[in-house]
């Protein structure tokens, strides 16, 4: 199951649409106060933020296709690819939207006045004023050439999933099935067979993300190794068994995450090296506060310059540099170990993964916590489906602010016919005096409200004297 290149698109929207991770149905920082528990940071802090950065780079953003995409056969973990469906069906909704909004003379008005205004033969009936803002906004944005927001509130997910985006839970759950089934199709491809007795453990290593087994005989376990060691599969692994942190939830957790956070910085750093030149740094001479390179170079010289190039190149975004070489040098004086105890470890079982020193796991007998809380989300949108009829019909299809911006418009003819009796004779000629007064009305009507912004320092007064104002003569 390759979805690489469907990743990368993803990460592209993604990374267009949010500023932060907010505001989806699911995640621990949703705002529609969806039950979620406690604890959902543990395990998550980092050092430093310069870290944080090239970590979720790694994470999110794509890096040109590579040999080691070539026999992947793990689907990829990262929380941008839960959004690949929702992605695709809106940007081909509002594609289409958009190329209709186009045909308008004035396509912001057009769209506001679907969604705002009951006169319009355009108007969109049957949304709620949230969902005909989330429209209105994922359409404008569409119109000045970015990608729409992905919300669970948005009428086109809604009317396509009915229950809005899957939780991290459930993500989580979707990928360990998939790891299981390619797991067990790698195996029955080679004719391996694991002994009903055996307790198969699968641990990756943090830096090379090599998978490496125990629990069995030393040449079944050189045979599982040499079948699961290929392509991504590793990296694949590594990064599901973070996101199954159990504290991610509220629960205990399991101590080889605790080892996890604390060296996580530490093989980041290791990762950017790697990236930027190929090295491993653990395996360099570091002397007199240098790290050098087989051919006598500043290790951090060969950093510099093969970051220089993937940035030209578009491969990486923009680094905190300075930032990172202060974190590098943290370990150019602590000097590397090889730290063999390190990594993430999964159970296998009957053809299942499990996790380890936990109740709360997506293997068999670990899942109680898990229906609960797929329960709860189900429960959770069944009720937003009862209280947006419930909405509907309270708001009988009148946008917010629409009987206000009735009332503005009727004041401001109002107005405008009171200049019309009084300033212009029945020809249409305008006379010599305008009525300043009823001038005056329409300006600070319009002024106050917000249809007018003063370019001066002072709101101007209407009057027949001559006044200079911020350095121009004025005469009304």
Not at 269 to 279: C, E, I, K, Q, S
Request: charged letters at 30%; hydrophobic letters at 30%.
């Amino acid at each position: 199951m390759n979805v690489n290149a469907a990743g990368r698109n993803a990460a592209r929207d993604y990374a267009a649409v949010y500023t932060n991770r907010t505001g989806l149905p699911g995640t621990k920082s949703e705002d529609a106060k969806e039950p979620v528990r406690a604890g959902g940071a543990a395990g998550k802090y980092r050092r430093t933020d310069s870290a944080a950065v090239y970590a979720e780079q790694q994470a999110c953003q794509s890096k040109t296709a590579s040999d080691k995409d070539i026999g992947t056969t793990f689907p990829m973990p990262s929380g941008v690819c839960r959004l690949i469906k929702y992605t695709k069906l809106l940007n081909e909704h509002y594609a289409k939207v958009n190329e209709e909004n186009k045909r308008f003379d004035n396509p912001q008005q057009h769209i506001w006045d679907k969604y705002h205004n009951p006169q319009s033969p355009y108007f969109v009936r049957g949304l709620t004023n949230k969902e005909r803002q989330i429209c209105e906004d994922a359409e404008l944005r569409v119109l000045d050439g970015f990608p729409a927001p992905v919300s669970s509130y948005d009428p086109v997910i809604q009317k396509a999933f009915g229950g809005g985006i899957m939780s991290e839970e459930e993500w989580n759950d979707e990928v360990r099935s998939g790891i299981n089934d390619s797991i067990n199709r790698i195996f029955e491809e080679n004719g391996i067979v694991i002994p009903e007795d055996a307790e198969l453990r699968l641990k990756v290593d943090p830096y090379e993300y090599r998978i490496i087994a125990d629990g069995v005989d030393e040449a079944l376990a050189r045979r599982i190794e040499e079948v699961l060691n290929r392509g991504n599969n590793g990296k694949y692994l590594y990064g599901h068994l973070r996101q199954c942190n159990p504290a991610d939830h509220g629960f205990e957790q399991p101590e080889q995450y605790l080892y996890d956070t604390a060296y996580q910085e530490k093989a980041v750093m290791w990762h950017f090296v790697n990236d930027m030149t190929g090295l491993d740094m653990r395996k360099l001479e570091n002397r007199d506060g240098i790290i050098y390179t087989p051919d006598g170079r500043n290790l951090w010289d060969a950093v510099k310059e093969g970051y220089k190039e993937k940035l030209e190149k578009g491969e990486i975004s923009a680094l905190p540099m300075s930032s990172l070489y202060d974190v590098y040098q943290v370990y150019v004086k602590e000097g590397w170990d090889q730290e063999d105890e390190r990594g993430l470890t999964v159970g296998y079982k009957d053809g299942s993964l499990y996790d380890l020193d936990t109740d709360y796991g997506y293997g068999p007998g670990q899942r109680e916590w898990f229906d609960k809380s797929k329960e709860r989300h189900r429960q959770f949108w069944e009720n937003y489906r009862k209280e947006r009829e419930e909405t509907l019909r309270r708001e009988k299809d009148i946008p917010a602010g629409y009987e206000k911006w009735q009332a503005e418009m009727a004041r401001t003819e109002e107005i405008i016919a009171g200049l019309n009796d009084s300033t212009y004779n029945k020809t249409g000629k305008l006379l010599d005096q305008p009525d300043l007064k009823a001038m005056q009305i329409l300006l600070d009507y319009a002024v106050e409200n917000g249809r007018v912004i003063p370019l001066t320092k002072e709101i101007l007064s209407l009057s027949g004297k001559k006044a200079a104002q911020d350095g121009f003569d004025m005469r009304a």
